[in-house]
């Protein structure tokens, strides 16, 4: 179950920041940035130990501040080798509000650039995971907003080193638990290493019983011992990997995977049957980015709400590139009837979600919000956007740089398995490309090659209609329900969408189809689907692919080394395949997990075909 995230409440005392719900101060009165660096950087021996490592993880509890992330990422770009990347994850149950941090990091001169690339992407406050990518994407940071031993134990990584900088245990003893210490001893990697301000026995009690040796060593300050240790074992030394890809399908799913390699150093050979980028449908002029809220929690709520906001840091990363079409315009989603009416009211007022991420609103300000008469309150996504899914490609690959090799017009007819990897052939049985590490991302027809036919992916035909925009007849928002329409493009045209139509593969537009688009309008705008002409309409028809429960299938291809699929985003492939790209290079780097281990789990096509 999610709960509301309640934030911090500081005050200001004696000099350091003070929680007035635990009795406790954030930093230590003989000053936060020297108790830091004593504590937490060289009771883990930091940067020693990342000097000679080409990645490094840390994970914190008690995000709070964020002075301890900001002073490791100050040392570690001072100091790490070059093309090195820090992972770093923390957990908070009630972390700051962005504008609390944004007032305090004005006291910290040494770290105001740090702190302003750190608060441009700070995420709301909702439950669940937060990947941020720092530092030109040199330093990954994990939000865990919620419970510490709930978090973690959602946490698949290995950590290097731990910051255990709660509360105090006597102020706040739910937080170091049996449960906690067990789960820092599962995400130890060997030789892991942990410090914490806090001499408490529970504390070296704990540790100990997670596998980790204690020692005391002189505290910060006015404290006379703090706490640190290893866990058992000797740091792994990382094997020299191979780093290259080929990915099949040259979609939103395709290059935003191969644009995620490339972020690790990847090359990649990326091979797409028609001439060019997004020419499936993914080249629909206008896909809409909004989440699915529920009471529950449910797996899509949790990976879209966590997905649309992972989706929305990486277009703001993007946007400097002309090339990225998009607009954070808002989306208004309505409700269908009394029934629905009712959920999205009680969703919205339960303080699940911020104001910032979803509010209730009535027929008035639904309607002035979209500049017409709606038929309907419903919820208001106010960072809800609309995006050029081509664009997106195109600026996702010019990020990817020279590490992407686009074959174009080459239709792969097999994907074989050699000595030390795979290989694309045409029909033909011509290479097209090899390499140690395939990736599948061409949908429905990842089914065609022997190795991936058992998948349980279906074709869905889905076909858009799109409106000349008019003077005078404006939509100020992406108004949504069953169907959508969304203001007008900078092409010229409002696209509305779309039909949902399981097992056809035809493109070609049908006007029964436009009829039916044109009929949803109706039932969002009335008075704007009145001064439509039917006859001057166009569009174009795609072949969207689901799963069995129309969430995508992401990582290892069972019975298949090396070879991994992101298939199935159907009709949420803006909200899915950013986040969904990230965590398959995850799993194929060995790194942290963006999202939670059980909705990663359920992803994988292993739990979703039943083929172990």
């Not at 019983?209 to 740091?235: P, W």
């Not at 509010?359 to 960072?383: K, N, Q």
């Not at 686009?406 to 045409?426: C, I, K, M, Y």
Request: overall charge neutral; charged content about 20%.
């Amino acid at each position: 179950m999610i709960a509301p995230i309640l934030p911090a409440a500081p005050s200001c005392r004696d000099g350091t920041v003070f929680s007035e719900r635990y009795g406790d101060a954030y930093w230590s009165l003989d000053g936060g940035f020297d108790e830091t660096r004593h504590v937490f950087l060289d009771g883990n021996h930091l940067p020693a130990r990342w000097r000679a490592r080409g990645r490094f993880t840390i994970l914190e509890t008690g995000f709070g501040t964020g002075l301890n992330f900001l002073c490791a990422w100050k040392l570690f770009r001072e100091t790490a080798l070059a093309g090195a990347r820090l992972h770093y994850l923390s957990v908070d149950k009630h972390p700051f509000r962005r504008d609390d941090l944004a007032v305090l990091y004005r006291q910290w001169p040494e770290l105001t650039p740090l702190g302003a690339e750190l608060l441009e992407r700070y995420p709301p406050l909702v439950q669940g995971f937060h990947r941020l990518h720092l530092d030109g994407g040199r330093v990954s940071l994990t939000l865990l907003w919620g419970e510490a031993a709930q978090m973690l134990a959602q946490v698949v990584a290995r950590a290097d080193a731990f910051f255990l900088d709660g509360f105090a245990p006597s102020r706040n003893p739910d937080m170091w638990s049996d449960a906690l210490f067990a789960q820092l001893g599962r995400l130890a990697a060997p030789g892991a290493s942990f410090a914490t301000y806090s001499a408490a026995g529970k504390v070296s009690r704990g540790m100990a019983a997670a596998g980790f040796t204690v020692e005391k060593k002189a505290g910060f300050g006015r404290k006379r011992e703090m706490l640190c240790g290893r866990f058992g074992g000797s740091a792994d030394h990382e094997a020299p990997k191979e780093r290259r890809a080929l990915v099949i399908g040259a979609g939103i799913a395709g290059c935003l995977v191969a644009e995620r390699l490339a972020g690790r150093g990847w090359a990649i050979d990326l091979i797409e049957r028609r001439d060019g980028l997004a020419r499936e449908t993914s080249g629909n002029p206008a896909g809409v980015l909004q989440p699915v809220p529920s009471a529950d929690g449910n797996r899509l709520s949790r990976l879209t709400l966590a997905g649309f906001h992972y989706a929305l840091r990486g277009l703001q990363a993007l946007s400097s590139d002309p090339k990225l079409i998009w607009q954070q315009c808002g989306v208004l989603r309505l409700a269908r009837d009394a029934k629905q009416i009712e959920r999205q009211r009680r969703i919205a007022e339960s303080g699940l979600l911020p104001a910032e991420v979803l509010r209730w609103v009535d027929i008035d300000e639904a309607s002035t919000l979209a500049g017409w008469r709606v038929p309907a309150p419903g919820w208001w996504f106010p960072h809800g956007a609309w995006v050029h899914p081509p664009a997106l490609c195109d600026a996702a690959l010019h990020a990817a740089g020279n590490a992407v090799r686009l074959h174009a017009q080459r239709e792969v007819g097999d994907l074989l398995r050699t000595s030390d990897g795979w290989r694309a052939v045409d029909a033909a049985g011509a290479s097209i490309a090899e390499a140690p590490v395939a990736i599948l991302a061409n949908g429905h027809l990842a089914r065609r090659f022997a190795v991936s036919s058992a998948l349980p992916l279906r074709p869905v035909r889905g076909q858009v209609t799109c409106i000349p925009a008019e003077a005078g007849r404006d939509i100020k928002v992406v108004v949504s329900r069953e169907g959508y329409v969304t203001p007008a493009c900078s092409f010229g045209v409002h696209v509305v969408g779309a039909t949902y139509e399981e097992g056809a593969t035809d493109t070609l537009t049908r006007d029964d189809d436009h009829r039916a688009n044109l009929a949803r309008l109706r039932q969002l705008l009335p008075d704007f689907a009145a001064t439509v002409d039917p006859a001057r309409v166009g569009g174009r028809a795609g072949i969207r692919t689901v799963g069995p429960d129309r969430l995508p299938l992401v990582g290892a291809i069972p019975g298949h080394e090396g070879l991994f699929g992101l298939l199935g985003l159907g009709s949420r492939g803006l909200v899915y395949a950013p986040l969904c790209a990230e965590s398959l290079v995850s799993e194929i780097e060995t790194e942290p997990l963006p999202m939670e281990r059980d909705l990663a789990a359920g992803l994988q096509p292993a739990a979703r075909s039943g083929v172990a």
